[in-house]
């Protein structure tokens, strides 16, 4: 049985070692043309993308005329409206471009129908232009649906400044009723639909369908927008350039046609804009400026360049078993991001210091530290105590991570030359970047060094708003992890919440907002910690505060 992170995460996410309080779901607040709510998404200076479904009547299958508004204040008289429709051929979705609007404000948006009917109204911020004095990003990932309630997104929806969001990706999950999350799933009454695991357009469009019915997220996309990413799960697990880990050309068909498919449901139900002609769907890196104070490059690490990941062999797995593994590791051959747009971020981060931006962040997928797994042997009576699926998965984690291994292979640390040629193009840029992080289902503060021991950026990375971690089974894990790693500061694999990024001219303030529970309403808000960096040209170790 081969070591794999996620295997042993499906295994918490059943919730069988859990004990799971009943829980009631709440209604939407939306009308019932408009059952999914309104976001936007890809702030821009003078506009955003604003994005809506239109739920059909059973009998309605043609295009449905749609109008759009944008306003000064919530109640305000319209600035610029237009007319559009929602395609039958795009699931009746609806994505426009607001533009032509003052930088650096709020406006609040809404669509409406012939019959009169409107949807819930919406409010974005427009990018800044010249001096800004502070930047306020909430950093969230990994939704899975079953796995528990969104109150991370509630909590997000009421705080009283927040510019945009980034969201790096698990926005969906291809699991069926009787895979990750279903027995939490079937307390709360949120098992996934279809009931079985996602593969064609259908599917993964039902799918977006379900998650976007969730009041909570509904909530915190009418109160931000959003730039997203995708990251593994919004295909299949694990996955990379020519197939996923959860994947069976077998049983489930060619992995280019499911790709496809996957990645036309994400562009037809998130807020963010289509494809360039003449280039490939999967090339979603883009760039966004924040007036003086920062530049933002969201980067695609799943299924534009990356190499398949590195994976031990054998069902008890030994020495040789180790070193083969380690040597795939380290083949200098292997990618992330790929050569053509690294090119393209390096030139995004020179542009950003060459204009005296003292702020660069990097939006990617994947945990970037090196992290050596964890010395377990503190936790052994608590793992022997597990039910057998899991125990011996830990185990077998506990084997490895003695042996030397990564504690994570699906990260950038399962790609560590790809790694250096990153961090050279950082120093050929002169940049030190801030680097946020999803996917880990853990929150994260981390000081990145490269192979000479030169500090070369920063990295929080954030917790996940439900998906289960490995402090589900060994709470406390998290400071095994920084206890054992130089680059790791700060390490949660407890709790689920969000990162709050603050960014001044003078220090970016990451908060790792916590919320108490994900099985039932009401929630406690808490800030499990709190980290400082200082510039590029004064960067240091990252400061708890």
């Keep these: 049985m081969a070591i794999n992170r996620r295997g042993a995460l499906a295994l918490i996410g059943s919730g069988a070692a859990l004990g799971v309080p009943g829980a009631g779901m709440g209604a939407a607040a939306t009308s019932a043309g408009f059952r999914h709510g309104v976001a936007s998404g890809d702030p821009a200076a003078d506009g955003a993308v604003l994005w809506t479904r239109v739920t059909p009547d059973a009998d309605e299958n043609g295009d449905i005329p749609v109008t759009w508004h944008v306003a000064a204040a919530a109640d305000g008289t319209p600035l610029a409206s237009g007319r559009t429709s929602a395609r039958a051929a795009a699931d009746h979705t609806v994505k426009v471009e607001a533009i032509r609007l003052e930088p650096g404000r709020d406006y609040w948006y809404w669509f409406a129908l012939a019959n009169g009917d409107r949807s819930p109204v919406g409010r974005f911020r427009t990018l800044p232009v010249g001096a800004v004095e502070a930047l306020v990003l909430a950093v969230a990932s990994c939704q899975l649906y079953p796995g528990g309630l969104f109150n991370a997104y509630a909590d997000m929806a009421a705080l009283p400044r927040l510019d945009a969001v980034l969201h790096l990706g698990d926005y969906i999950y291809e699991y069926g009723a009787d895979g990750y999350g279903a027995e939490i799933g079937r307390t709360l009454g949120r098992l996934p639909d279809p009931p079985h695991e996602i593969v064609t357009l259908a599917d993964y469009r039902r799918r977006h369908a379900q998650v976007k019915a969730d009041p909570d997220l509904q909530a915190a996309h009418a109160r931000a927008a959003f730039v997203c990413v995708w990251d593994d799960h919004e295909v299949a697990n694990d996955g990379w350039i020519g197939g996923a880990e959860n994947h069976d050309p077998a049983t489930e068909g060619d992995w280019k046609a499911r790709k496809a498919a996957a990645m036309q449901a994400y562009f037809e139900w998130m807020p963010i804009r289509d494809p ?69 971020l390096e030139g995004v981060l020179a542009a950003s210091v060459k204009a005296d931006k003292p702020w660069q962040l990097l939006g990617n997928q994947v945990v970037m530290a090196r992290v050596a797994g964890p010395d377990l042997r503190a936790f052994a009576p608590r793992i022997a105590q597990l039910p057998p699926a899991y125990r011996d998965r830990l185990q077998q984690a506990v084997a490895g991570f003695a042996a030397g291994l990564p504690f994570n292979f699906d990260a950038w640390d399962g790609y560590p030359a790809a790694r250096e040629r990153l961090y050279a193009a950082f120093r050929r840029a002169g940049a030190k970047p801030i680097v946020l992080a999803g996917d880990s289902h853990a929150a994260w503060a981390n000081d990145l060094y490269d192979a000479a021991g030169t500090l070369v950026a920063s990295e929080f990375g954030c917790t996940a708003i439900t998906s289960p971690s490995y402090g589900a089974l060994l709470p406390g894990v998290g400071t095994a992890i920084a206890d054992a790693n130089r680059e790791v500061a700060f390490c949660d694999q407890d709790r689920k919440g969000y990162t709050l990024l603050t960014l001044t001219p003078t220090a970016a303030t990451a908060e790792f907002v916590t919320v108490s529970t994900i099985l039932a309403k009401p929630f406690d808000r808490a800030t499990a910690a709190t980290y400082r960096a200082a510039p590029g040209k004064e960067r240091a170790p990252l400061q708890r505060v």
């Design 276 to 344: 360039r002609r003449g280039r490939p769907w999967e090339a979603i890196n883009r760039s966004f400026e924040f007036g003086d104070l920062a530049t933002l490059a969201m980067v695609e690490t799943r299924l534009l360049a990356r190499s398949r990941q590195a994976e031990v062999k054998g069902g008890t797995p030994g020495p040789e078993d180790y070193a083969a593994v380690m040597a795939e590791r380290a083949r200098p051959d292997r990618e992330m991001l790929g050569a053509e747009q690294q090119r393209w």
